[in-house]
């Protein structure tokens, strides 16, 4: 039947749909990113298209990187990840299909709406009215569905990423209306706290929560070893729950905010150091004795990474929230390297880990190719060491050349070298996507005797 088609009720369907959907919405959304990079340092590379301008695809790049990739590869995660822990079944994968192809129309209107410069202005929170409801009717009804499923759970207690996901489905969608002028439109200084109350908090209690709680998931299974400390696991959860919400501030240090506001954002931000530390040493401590299975255990090596960079993104970002050196590297593109090192290393490669881990059991095929797993990862690796290097780099020169007063006409002409880098390494990254897109397609259409030869460590974790 054709409703049996579009809103297969088969197990796992939704799961597969949702990840499916978020790797094609990656290509675009990450090639924008490449072509406004290449556009940094050729500025006559496109004439008279406005739609290709830098701040049309920045829109787009910033939007369907956020709301297509990672948010509906997030949500395809939880939809295999938390039937296995509660050993139930999705309570409704005619309901998971559902909100898949109304996300998939919002995705829609907001290639063609931000593609187009029609944007209400808030910084990851541009699109319009029509879309905003979309989307928080789409996050109302995926966490009814994961609610639901926990709540016929056939288990007693809930393991840890099931405390983040929820707590992630409650806070999101609270969150998001919150940080949109659909539903929430302040005069002046006050938009911009609301704004980025929402823009650190997108990060904070959906990215990070989400992202930790797969790691939690993850590395337990690729390792056969238990998780280090349950009650780790749980300070960590609610230091986030506790700390995170009021950082948003830090973003605007140099505005004329009340100083109360601003002292709760820079000490909140730095005591998040205590949730990021206990995660960190679970994580650690669970991968003990096993660090040389991630050089053959490909989806173990992409977690494994996320970890480092998700240290590094955590102990960049309360440093980088204290007066003084906030107000040094504000406005330069240090601050665009640290976006991309949360966005980018850190919950783009656990995503990509939980991509490779969940497909052969969501489809019963081994990977088409062990050999494009690896090369998808060097060059995602290799791509995003390069662009963070050179953005960090570029960043130093331009704090250091408002400090000292050089002219900014001279200043520069000293980063256009790693703007020329920046440009390499998204070549290198949108590559390595396509590489994972090949091998999707590959592996879920060829024939099962040749999808055999596949290598056998994958069916085990």
């Keep these: 039947m054709f409703i049996d088609k579009v809103l297969s009720n088969k197990e796992g369907s939704a799961s597969r749909n949702f990840l499916l959907s978020a790797l094609w919405w990656s290509l675009f959304a990450i090639g924008a ?65 559902f909100t898949m192809w109304a996300w998939n129309a919002l995705m829609v209107g907001a290639f063609c709406t ?17 879309l905003d409801v979309m989307a928080v009717v789409a996050l109302i009804l995926i966490a009814l569905n994961i609610y639901m499923t926990v709540v016929h759970r056939q288990t007693k207690k809930l393991y840890v990423s099931l405390w983040y996901f929820l707590g992630s489905l409650f806070w999101f969608p609270l969150v998001y209306i919150i940080g949109q002028r659909t ?34 998931y993850l590395l337990p299974r690729l390792t056969n ?51 990021v530390l206990t995660v960190l040493t679970n994580f650690f401590m669970t991968m003990k004795g096993k660090w040389g299975l991630a050089v053959t255990n490909m989806p173990l090596r992409f977690v494994v990474t996320s970890c480092f960079f998700y240290l590094l993104t955590c102990v960049q970002g309360p440093f980088q929230a204290t007066r003084w050196i906030n107000w040094y590297l504000h406005f330069t593109q240090w601050v ?22 969940g497909i052969p059991r969501l489809t019963g095929r081994q990977w088409y190719s062990q050999g494009l797993i690896r090369a998808h ?22 704090a250091a050349g408002w400090n000292f007063g050089v002219p900014v006409d001279q200043w ?27 091998n999707t397609f590959k592996t879920l259409y060829t024939p099962a005797i040749l999808e055999m030869k596949a290598a056998p460590q994958e069916v085990k974790a």
């Design 33 to 97: 990113g490449m072509l406004a990079g290449l556009e940094f340092s050729m500025p006559d590379l496109v004439h008279n298209i406005p739609q290709l301008s830098m701040p049309h695809l920045r829109m787009w790049h910033v939007n369907g990187v956020a709301i297509g990739w990672l948010s509906m590869g997030y949500v395809g995660t939880m939809f295999y990840m938390v039937p296995a822990l509660t050993k139930s079944k999705l309570w409704s994968e005619r309901l998971g299909n």
């Design 183 to 216: 539903f929430v439109a302040l005069p002046g200084l006050n938009d911009a706290i609301i704004g980025w109350f929402y823009g650190h908090n997108i990060l904070g209690m959906w990215f990070t929560t989400v992202g930790v709680g797969m790691m939690y």
């Design 336 to 357: 665009v390297g640290h976006a991309h090192l949360a966005l980018l290393g850190t919950f783009s490669f656990i995503l990509t880990g939980a991509f490779y881990y």
């Design 377 to 398: 990862y060097w060059l995602k690796f290799l791509g995003f060491l390069l662009m963070m290097t050179s953005l960090t780099i570029a960043g130093l020169i331009q």
């Design 114 to 130: 931000l593609i187009n410069g029609n944007t209400e202005g808030r910084e990851y929170a541009e699109l319009g009215a029509v």
């Design 225 to 275: 070893n238990p998780l280090y400390s349950h009650g780790l696991s749980m300070l960590g959860f609610w230091g986030i729950a506790l700390f995170y919400a009021p950082t948003g501030t830090h973003h605007i240090l140099q505005s004329p905010v009340p100083e109360w506001l601003k002292a709760i954002a820079v000490i909140s931000s730095i005591f998040l150091l205590v949730p």
């Design 412 to 438: 520069s002409l000293q980063i256009r070298p790693y703007w020329a880098l920046r440009a390499i390494s998204g070549v290198m990254i949108v590559l390595g996507q396509i590489l994972l897109a090949y």
